[in-house]
């Protein structure tokens, strides 16, 4: 298909609660007024949804910056932490060493013997207390200094510790939000696919109305009695010679690069050269123009009758477009011309990213588009093999 379109729906519905009911057929003026007050409304539903995605996606941006930063400051902190450790074992050496000396300077770190001479050479039992009390100061000293350089070291290994952890605890969310954004921004371009979609309803809509009335339909007038179409005895080719390039169903193909798997709702006709004229396939008028779409280019919507019954016909890659909307057509009619090449191409510089070359486009849908049902998605699903065309791979040579 030219457009996503269940994916489109599937995503606004579940993540934005959407309420797409089923449409009844549009009978007056006024019903395809209401119908277009609707499709405002879900534009602008569609638009909050962007709006509300892409604060989103700048809140996880915005986290992921806040977590680089808080790595970067948890690595800093981890060097300060081994450094004030490389500190501390100094500390602690230095501290052992001036025990060490004030040992040697009192006389007694030479072992058991001589602190007890140290002890008993005391000429006086006021002496005696002292020399006691200043061994005990030393001793008390030294280990209190040991104890804070080692809790300064467990301390700080237990920071390096929890550091690492952090860093990976960070690290890891760093990619929870990079994952999510990338849902995120799948889900924009989504919404951004679906507002665009809801767009040319709309204006579809607004230049259908206009159509009708400029015909002197009024509000409660039945649209069948206002823009009358002539019934078709059967359908006929859109060019005078063609060759199915690609039929109707799923297709495996490469665009632009990209292998592409999807279901195509419609059937390709190439080989009637560059900018051949086309024709309407049945009597009818013109519903609907989209103009320069990303996928699909310059195309128009043809609401017809054949046997009695209705078909909205699609031709899309149209390189030139003759009608306007409300314009009455019957099968020689030139609506337009081949497009889908040329200038036309997005690697030539063209707005239509979804054509390889010159070709048609052609669906064939149940039933009147914005009339008969509003949503693209059930334009496609009423989509069905154009009737008038032989099977992939054929030519054909007249219409």
Partial sequence: MMKKVVKLFLITLLTFGFSFSKVNAAETLADLKAELRKAQAEYNAANAGKQKTESEINNQKN?????YNAIEQAESDIA????????????????????????????????????????????????????????????????????????????????QIDLAKKQVELEGKIVTYQDSIEVLKSDLSSLVQLSASALDEINSKKELIASYERAGCKDNDLL???????????????????????????????LNGVLRNE?????????????????????GYVAAIWWKQE??????????????????????HMYDV?????????????????????????????WDKGSTGWHLHLEVANGWYLEDY???????????????MPSYGKWYYSR
């Fill in 63 to 67: 986290n992921i910056a806040n977590a």
């Fill in 80 to 159: 300060l932490a081994k450094q004030n450790i490389e500190k501390s074992s100094e500390e602690i050496a230095k501290t052992k060493e001036e025990i060490e000396q004030l040992l040697v300077f009192y006389e007694i770190s030479q072992g058991e013997n001589d602190f007890l001479q140290y002890i008993s050479g005391s000429s006086s039992m006021t002496d005696l207390m002292m020399r006691i009390e200043a061994v005990s100061q030393v001793l008390s000293y030294s280990q209190n200094k040991l104890n804070e350089m080692e809790e300064l070291i467990t301390e700080n290994e237990k920071l």
């Fill in 224 to 254: 069948a009695t206002c823009i009358n179409v002539n019934d078709t005895l059967q359908w006929m080719k859109p060019t005078s010679k063609g060759y199915i390039s690609s039929g109707f169903g799923w297709r495996s193909f490469y």
């Fill in 263 to 283: 279901f195509h709702n419609a059937v390709d006709v190439a080989g009637a050269g560059a900018r051949a004229p086309l024709y309407a396939v049945a009597n």
């Fill in 295 to 316: 996928y699909g280019g310059n195309q128009v919507f043809l609401h017809v009758k054949v046997q009695g019954k209705k078909y909205t016909v699609r031709y899309a």
């Fill in 322 to 350: 003759n009608v306007k909307v409300g314009d009455k057509v019957t099968q020689s009619t030139v609506i337009g011309t081949m497009g889908g090449g040329g200038a036309t191409l997005y690697k030539n510089g063209g």
């Fill in 374 to 388: 509003t949503s693209y998605s059930k334009y496609v699903a009423n989509c069905i093999t154009p009737p008038m």
